[in-house]
Nanobody
């Protein structure tokens, strides 16, 4: 059974930092694309970043230079380091794994391309 468990969300002031984690189990973690998505209240889910099995990364323009996606294969864990947070970053953040179509570089723009999802962790940024 595939499980993705996010943690690390919380409340922070604008300009602050948070690191999200996503522990994966139940599938060949190291051989698959993983991504982070977010969904603000009343808005559609949007892609934040993705990372392929070879470590190559892709980012949404809105987070480039502020967020860093990484993975620790020994720990089966995906990370999202978020810095210089803004109020518009407030959302529920989800990790996703295993794409069923397309490439990892494009998959973070298409939530439907991912097969497995975590339950999410809330990030709230106050100005």
């Amino acid at each position: 059974q595939v499980q993705l468990a996010e943690s690390g969300g919380g409340s922070v002031q604008a300009g602050g930092s948070l690191r999200l984690s996503c522990v994966a189990s139940g599938y060949a973690y190291t051989h698959n694309c993983m991504g982070w998505f977010r969904q603000a209240q009343g808005k559609e889910r949007e892609g934040v970043a993705s990372i392929d099995s070879d470590g190559s990364t892709s980012y949404a323009d809105s987070v480039k230079g502020r967020f860093t996606i990484s993975r620790d294969n020994a720990k089966n864990t995906l990370y999202l380091q978020m810095s210089n947070l803004r109020s518009e970053d407030t959302a529920m953040y989800y990790c996703a794994a295993v794409i069923v179509r397309g490439t990892c570089a494009s998959a973070f723009m298409n939530p439907g391309d991912f097969l497995y999802w975590g339950q999410g962790t809330q990030v709230t940024v106050s100005s």
